[in-house]
């Protein structure tokens, strides 16, 4: 018994040897068509300044929160660096991809980031590549925009301001 067994097992993996798989998979390349590079996520400062520049269309400040009384003396004064802040956050954890995926959040909820109102934007479809190419640099391919249009008519929550963050949380995005 033990040696039919022995023999089943060692003929299977030979015949599993000799078999060839069905299917390849090209390798995950970024830039050019040409390029076998591989993919590298940024760091916490690439990410943060990125986003900024993206999104807000300048670099994170410094500045100062004053608190008064209601005669103008100065009671209290809070210096604020605003990349030193968010990179101290993101560096002080094992995973920051959350924290990455709140500030993208915060920041696409800004006042000062101009995005229009879903009922703003005639064609959705032209839109969303719009944004493919801001932040990607790229046109989506055909999937892609079907999915983003499809969830666009369908859900009356999803609108411009869902189609950046869930660009600017992409592992696309936040690799270079």
Avoid: H
């Amino acid at each position: 018994m033990r040696r039919a067994l022995s023999f089943f097992l060692v003929g299977g993996l030979v015949l599993l040897a000799a078999c060839e798989t069905s299917y390849k998979f090209d390798p995950v390349a970024v830039g050019d068509d040409g390029s076998e590079r591989a993919p590298r996520a940024r760091t916490n400062t690439q990410y943060v300044r990125g986003l900024y520049s993206d999104l807000v269309g300048r670099a994170p400040e410094s500045y100062d929160i004053i608190i008064t009384d209601a005669a103008g003396t100065e009671l209290a004064r809070f210096p604020v660096a605003e990349q030193e802040f968010l990179l101290f956050t993101l560096d002080g954890v094992g995973d920051p991809a959350p924290l990455r995926s709140l500030i993208a959040a915060g920041l696409v909820r800004s006042a000062e980031v101009v995005i229009p109102e879903k009922d703003e934007v005639d064609d959705p479809a032209e839109y969303i590549s719009e944004q493919f190419k801001r932040f990607l640099g790229r046109e989506p391919n055909p999937y892609e925009l079907e999915a983003f249009v499809a969830e666009w008519e369908a859900d009356s929550a999803v609108g411009p301001r869902t189609v950046v963050r869930a660009l600017v949380g992409s592992r696309e995005y936040q690799s270079f």
